[in-house]
């Protein structure tokens, strides 16, 4: 029996791709990663967000808006 860790179509970014993709400085997205906020895999120095954990993180950050009363 041969066990499988990841999907067969996961996809990882680096941190520099989605600061690039959220145009927001690198420095932001390292501190989303160390603080937890944004989930991410560490292997050896780099690391690795999954483009699952980033949708979901993308998703969960937008701001509702006001209700109009």
Same mark, same amino acid.
């Given at each position: 029996?041969? %066990?499988?860790?990841?999907?067969?179509?996961?996809?990882?970014? &680096?941190?520099? /791709?989605?600061? /690039?993709?959220?145009?927001?400085? !690198?420095?932001?997205? !390292?501190?989303?990663?160390?603080?937890?906020?944004?989930?991410?895999?560490?292997? &050896? #120095?780099? !690391?690795?967000? %999954? /483009?699952?954990?980033?949708?979901?993180?993308?998703?969960? #950050? +937008?701001?509702?808006?006001?209700? +109009?009363?």
């Amino acid at each position: 029996m041969q %066990s499988k860790v990841l999907p067969n179509n996961q996809k990882f970014l &680096g941190i520099k /791709e989605i600061s /690039e993709i959220l145009n927001v400085p !690198y420095r932001t997205v !390292y501190r989303w990663v160390t603080s937890g906020t944004l989930p991410a895999y560490k292997f &050896g #120095s780099t !690391y690795r967000i %999954s /483009e699952t954990d980033f949708n979901s993180f993308f998703i969960t #950050s +937008k701001i509702k808006e006001p209700s +109009k009363d």
